[in-house]
Every structure is written in C-alpha cells, then in structure tokens.
C-alpha cells in the first residue's frame, strides 16, 4: 500500500480533518485531501497563488513567478488521470535548477532573462510524477555567499540563510509545501534552522543533479525544504526512485545516537549550545542512549580542506563569468573566484585526499550508533540582510557527503527558530529519515511534536 493510499484512509477517518487552509496543509495532506476529492489541484495552487501575493512584497521569496502557467499546469492536473505519487502538488524551485519554462538566472545579471531549453532532471522527475512547478525561489549569486532580496519571514529584519534563500522562505511562510534547495556547504540545513522549516539534504548522488549549475561537484546535492520529515521522505523518495518511497514512513526509536559537537563547537552561541544539550537530555530521557563522541584527530583540518575544494572546483566551474563578466559579479564572488583560481593543484589534491580518509574514519566512527546529534547553524538567524550566516556546522556533511536534516523546535533569545541538526551513515537516508520523524514528536521547547507528524 502506497503513502498516500494508507493516508487516504487516515484522512476518511478524520485522523487528521481539513482544518486548515489549503496552502498550509503539508505535501502529504495535500495529496490526501487531492486523493480523496476534497481538494483539487487548481484550488491548492492558487491559495499558494494568494499567500505570495499577500506576503512575497515583503519576504520576497520568489523570483521567477507566473500565476497564470503554474494555474494552467494544475488546471492539466485535474483534468488528466492520476500520474504518479505527487499527482496535483505545488512545489518551489531554487533558481540554479533549471526549468524550460520560466527563466533560471542563477542570481546573477550575468544570465539574466535565460531560458534553458529543458528542466532539469529533478524538476523534470517531480513533474512526471504529477507536480505542479509553482515558481522559481531566490538564491545567492552562484549559491555563493552574495545573497538576494529575500527575508527571514519570521522576521524581516534578519536573514533567511543561503544559498538556499527563497526555498527556506517560501516554505516556512506557508507560500508552497515543498521546495528545492541544492547544499555544497551549508545551503539547505542552515535555512532551514534560520526559517523554522525541516530541511534535508540526502546522501550525494540520491538526486541527480543534471541541469543544475553546478559549483562544486565534489558536493553539489540537491534536497528538499518541508515542514515535516514525512513530506521529505516522499518527494526525495519518488525523485530518487525508491522503492520505500511509495511506502508509509515509520517512525523507529534509534537506540543509541552520539552527540556530535564536532570541532566547530567553539562558534557555537548559547542558543544552538541550549537546543542541542536540551534535545540530548530530551532523548535521554525518552529511553535512548546518548553518548558524547569526539571526531578523530585528522577533522581537524576537514573545515580547511573542504573549503579548499570548493573553491578549487568553483573557480573552474565559472571560469566564463570571472574571466569574462567580471564586472558584473559581487565583490565578494569575485574574491572568492579568485582565491580558489590561485589554489595549486597539489594543494586541491592533497584536500581531496584528507577528506577521502575523513569519509573513511567517518563510517567507522559512527557505526555503533543509529545517528550523531548535532547543530544545525551557529545560533539564530543574524540581524541583516547582508550577511546569509555561516555554515561551519554544515560542511561537515556535504564534505563527506552524509545524510542530514535540520529538525525545527527551539527558539532563541530574539524569538527566532534554531533548530538541530541529525546526521547519518552515507547512504543510510532511510534509517535517518525513520529515526527522525520519531524524534521531531520529542524534542523542542515545548517537547511536543516540532515538525508536525514528524
């Protein structure tokens, strides 16, 4: 029995009624509630359509954005026979993903008005399987450090993060159920702590990354903004196409997980310090074990060389803009190009060979146990528009490629979400994804459910 015929069945027994608006409703209970006739397509995209257009003047979480396509594409929805597993649901779409009929510009004037001819493999997967292209989502220049227009919709005043900027935004402001993001370093999980929203990004190679703009290849993954983990393990599932992915998520108490502070503990403000001692002793306190675990020595230099990396690789991926239109670029693109353009070869390699061993020494470290607990971003988003965050505590994972997710659910001093971040064994998303969904019921401040259903 596939997800969505199980939770039709939840949905006639009122396990969970539409009480909500039809743009609020996670993906999961959208597609319930479209299964079943309570809802059609057309009427899910355009409250989508009228949360935008109450709300994006202000958050300006989107880019590219053509009311009347993404109607008439849900207009098709309802009229044609069921498609596949995401049959009439509206999702966002970072703009270095490219899609044939709305212009992907990269954040950058460089590609201004361009239009590729054809979507890119993700988004072309997400619409074979019924789903509706909704618009395309702000994103740093290059998903570099440059960011765009866009706020944090829990509050104006602060960022949303980066690269990943409108995606995290358009999710966490109820404007659509999903939306793409890419990670290289700390592009999905870091907004998604910043805007309050679960954010996932599975192990390198789940999602194929064909017609994305590439910036470092050895990291480039693309993932997911949701507001529950259920909704994650759906839409990557079908994107990635896997089997488990038609199958109702279970949620699987993990037996021992190791908090993992990780050798970019000392930048971490008391706020993400309270949520990630608290969601331990939460955990502890639920029946499983929590063990304190260190890295090996040699991750002392990972933040180093994985940074090394993706300078390396990015000064070669955009070799045309910074060679040719760099009057165009950001001063700090610019700087960035041009300090991975100076890198020796032998330097790149010999980064590439100390994360090589970290992956290795990785998989050892944390077989013993179900999962490693960790942060998600320094603290709270920071005040400003100018400056998307830092990502020390993500580019652990991208670097070796692991699965994670940002589970929302504590809050700072300002008010703002933190959340924490839940990190797997490469290759191992669908024991992440059970594991997480059992903990999002039971972490948080309130020690409630902090992503919906899980």
């Not at 594409?73 to 703009?95: I, Q, S, T």
């Not at 440059?146 to 109820?174: F, I, K, M, Q, Y």
């Amino acid at each position: 029995m596939c997800i969505i015929e199980s939770a039709s069945i939840m949905f006639r027994e009122q396990v969970f009624p539409m009480t909500k608006f039809p743009n609020e409703l996670d993906a999961v209970e959208a597609l319930v509630a479209l299964a079943v006739g309570r809802l059609t397509a057309e009427a899910l995209t355009r409250a989508c359509i009228e949360r935008i257009a109450e709300r994006d003047a202000r958050v300006q979480a989107f880019v590219g954005f053509d009311p009347e396509r993404a109607l008439a594409e849900a207009r098709a929805c309802d009229r044609a026979a069921v498609r596949g597993l995401l049959h009439g649901l509206p999702f966002g779409v970072k703009d270095i993903i490219d899609t044939h009929d709305v212009p992907t510009q990269y954040g950058s004037p460089i590609h201004a008005g361009h239009r590729p001819s054809a979507d890119a493999a993700c988004v072309a997967l997400a619409r074979e399987a019924g789903a509706v292209m909704l618009g395309k989502t702000v994103t740093t220049e290059f998903a570099l450090r440059h960011p765009g227009p866009t706020a944090n919709p829990r509050n104006p005043a602060h960022t949303p993060g980066g690269s990943s900027s409108g995606s995290a935004a358009a999710v966490a402001d109820l404007m659509v159920p999903v939306a793409f993001g890419t990670q290289t370093g700390g592009s999905i999980i870091r907004p998604a702590s910043y805007c309050g929203v679960v954010g996932y990004k599975p192990s390198h190679g789940t999602i194929n990354t064909t017609g994305v703009k590439p910036l470092a290849n050895s990291f480039d993954t693309v993932g997911l903004f949701a507001r529950c983990v259920d909704d994650c393990a759906l839409v990557v599932g079908v994107l990635s196409g896997a089997a488990d992915g038609a199958a109702p998520l279970d949620a699987v108490q993990p037996r021992r997980i190791g908090l993992c502070r990780t050798h970019a503990w000392p930048d971490a403000e008391p706020a993400t310090i309270r949520a990630v001692e608290n969601a331990a002793e939460q955990l502890a306190r639920a029946g499983v074990v929590v063990e304190e675990v260190a890295l090996p020595d040699a991750f002392a230099g990972f933040l180093d060389a994985q940074a090394d990396v993706l300078r390396f690789e990015a000064a070669r991926v955009f070799a045309f803009e910074r060679t040719q239109r760099a009057a165009l670029l950001s001063q700090s693109s610019r700087e960035e190009l041009a300090i991975g353009a100076a890198l020796p070869r032998q330097r790149y390699l010999e980064a590439q060979a100390l994360i090589a061993r970290c992956r290795m020494l990785f998989a050892q470290a944390i077989a013993p146990f179900d999962l490693y607990l960790g942060a998600s971003a320094p603290g709270e988003a920071p005040l400003g528009l100018g400056n998307t965050g830092e990502a020390m505590f993500n580019r652990l994972t991208s670097g070796l490629g692991v699965p994670c997710l940002n589970l929302p659910g504590f809050t700072g001093p300002n008010g703002l979400p933190v959340g924490v971040q839940v990190i797997g064994a490469l290759g191992d998303d669908l024991r992440l994804l059970r594991a997480a969904k059992w903990i999002a019921a039971r972490v948080g401040d309130s020690e409630t459910a902090s992503g919906g259903r899980g």
